[in-house]
């Protein structure tokens, strides 16, 4: 008997044969795109090979070009040499390279050269960098005059002059840069940090409040505000900046002796002491807080135990008054009287010491004067 051609297989064949030519028109396909995509790629790769190329070749000329000039240069003012506008062109040219050198050349710049200030401003980058201080505050001090309103002028001279402990006069400089916009945190903490070496605390709140106005996480500036609270009678304000800092920086060995001094001014001398003892096991070499524990052992007539913590640090501190006049207060309260005469003898010669260098009024009377003649 003939069976039947089964119809699901007729379905089956047929859609079989139809989806055949289907797939290989779709491999063609595929294939093709990634011919298409590896030829993209490899002149993508030829273009960036080309451009990394051309871009090494045009620094190569560049810095050919640049050495021939400089090379022109250095012969030409061999034959030439106060001829201010090539040495400005020689100082542009090699400031990164030969700071030293470029220096030389800007300072052959005088204010007849139309682009003179801009020497000027050089010079004071180039002394900032190479750490010649005096160089640069002659510098700064021909901008200031000139351009009052740059503010950053004003701040780079009070940092000079704050290093330099002319406090005054840095202060001078600090406010000036706020009045020609200086208005960020840092700033007002330059304003701060200069009163505070000035021995003008009470000033510092103001700048201090205005800083955390503006960033109320510097911790610069809340530490400096403990300081200028506790010197100015407001332990209350005192401790809570100080205890600030601590949840900031838990081994602020200055946060603790803030807090210890409180503590003392209070009468609470255990828990001043365990203050200090927490600073110490922090830095053992604090001399801040090993100069306040022995004035308080001094106190408590704990003589012996002031002497033994001093008497380590004689070989590094003895140049220090503060350090030198505790040590001898010790000595004396333990009945080492030869040693505390001579301590105290050691006081004196370091105050007549301290007392022929030239103030920071002296200083600045000095550098006014200087600066007037020029």
């Given at each position: 008997?003939?069976?039947?051609?089964?119809?699901?297989?007729?379905?089956?064949?047929?859609?079989?044969?139809?989806?055949?030519?289907?797939?290989?028109?779709?491999?063609?396909?595929?294939?093709?795109?990634?011919?298409?995509?590896?030829?993209?790629?490899?002149?993508?790769?030829?273009?960036?090979?080309?451009?990394?190329?051309?871009?090494?070749?045009?620094?190569?000329?560049?810095?050919?070009?640049?050495?021939?000039?400089?090379?022109?240069?250095?012969?030409?003012?061999?034959?030439?040499?106060?001829?201010?506008?090539?040495?400005?062109?020689?100082?542009?040219?090699?400031?990164?390279?030969?700071?030293?050198?470029?220096?030389?050349?800007?300072?052959?710049?005088?204010?007849?050269?139309?682009?003179?200030?801009?020497?000027?401003?050089?010079?004071?980058?180039?002394?900032?960098?190479?750490?010649?201080?005096?160089?640069?505050?002659?510098?700064?001090?021909?901008?200031?005059?000139?351009?009052?309103?740059?503010?950053?002028?004003?701040?780079?001279?009070?940092?000079?002059?704050?290093?330099?402990?002319?406090?005054?006069?840095?202060?001078?400089?600090?406010?000036?840069?706020?009045?020609?916009g200086g208005r960020q945190a840092e700033d007002y903490l330059l304003v701060a940090e200069i009163l505070r070496q000035a021995g003008r605390t009470i000033e510092m709140t103001g700048?201090?409040?205005?800083?955390?106005?503006?960033?109320?996480?510097?911790?610069?500036?809340?530490?400096?505000?403990?300081?200028?609270?506790?010197?100015?009678?407001?332990?209350?304000?005192?401790?809570?900046?100080?205890?600030?800092?601590?949840?900031?920086?838990?081994?602020?060995?200055?946060?603790?002796?803030?807090?210890?001094?409180?503590?003392?001014?209070?009468?609470?001398?255990?828990?001043?002491?365990?203050?200090?003892?927490?600073a110490l096991s922090i830095d053992p070499q604090d001399l801040e807080c090993l100069l306040l524990k022995a004035d308080i052992l001094v106190f408590q007539r704990k003589g012996e135990?002031?002497?033994?913590?001093?008497?380590?640090?004689?070989?590094?501190?003895?140049?220090?008054?503060?350090?030198?006049?505790?040590?001898?207060?010790?000595?004396?309260?333990?009945?080492?009287?030869?040693?505390?005469?001579?301590?105290?003898?050691?006081?004196?010669?370091?105050?007549?010491?301290?007392?022929?260098?030239?103030?920071?009024?002296?200083?600045?009377?000095?550098?006014?004067?200087?600066?007037?003649?020029?």
């Amino acid at each position: 008997m003939n069976r039947l051609t089964d119809p699901e297989n007729l379905t089956n064949a047929f859609a079989q044969q139809k989806r055949n030519p289907f797939l290989s028109s779709g491999s063609l396909i595929l294939a093709g795109g990634c011919i298409v995509l590896l030829l993209f790629l490899l002149l993508q790769g030829e273009s960036g090979n080309s451009r990394h190329d051309q871009s090494a070749v045009s620094e190569q000329e560049t810095q050919t070009s640049e050495k021939t000039k400089r090379k022109e240069l250095i012969a030409y003012l061999q034959k030439y040499p106060d001829d201010e506008f090539a040495h400005f062109q020689l100082g542009e040219l090699i400031q990164d390279r030969a700071p030293f050198q470029a220096l030389e050349n800007f300072s052959h710049v005088t204010e007849r050269h139309p682009r003179y200030f801009e020497a000027v401003e050089a010079i004071s980058e180039i002394a900032l960098e190479q750490g010649l201080d005096g160089r640069a505050k002659s510098a700064l001090l021909i901008l200031v005059r000139e351009y009052p309103e740059e503010g950053h002028y004003q701040k780079r001279l009070a940092r000079l002059l704050f290093a330099e402990g002319k406090f005054n006069w840095a202060l001078r400089y600090a406010r000036r840069n706020i009045e020609s916009g200086g208005r960020q945190a840092e700033d007002y903490l330059l304003v701060a940090e200069i009163l505070r070496q000035a021995g003008r605390t009470i000033e510092m709140t103001g700048p201090l409040k205005q800083a955390l106005y503006l960033e109320p996480d510097l911790y610069e500036a809340h530490l400096n505000l403990a300081y200028a609270a506790l010197y100015s009678g407001d332990p209350e304000t005192a401790t809570r900046e100080a205890r600030w800092c601590l949840s900031e920086n838990p081994e602020s060995t200055t946060a603790l002796r803030y807090l210890a001094i409180i503590n003392r001014n209070q009468g609470d001398i255990d828990e001043s002491i365990s203050y200090l003892n927490q600073a110490l096991s922090i830095d053992p070499q604090d001399l801040e807080c090993l100069l306040l524990k022995a004035d308080i052992l001094v106190f408590q007539r704990k003589g012996e135990q002031a002497y033994e913590l001093l008497k380590p640090l004689y070989a590094t501190q003895q140049t220090d008054r503060r350090y030198v006049s505790a040590l001898a207060r010790a000595a004396g309260l333990t009945g080492r009287r030869e040693e505390a005469l001579e301590l105290q003898q050691l006081n004196q010669r370091l105050i007549k010491e301290e007392d022929l260098r030239p103030s920071s009024l002296q200083s600045e009377s000095v550098q006014k004067t200087q600066a007037g003649r020029k």
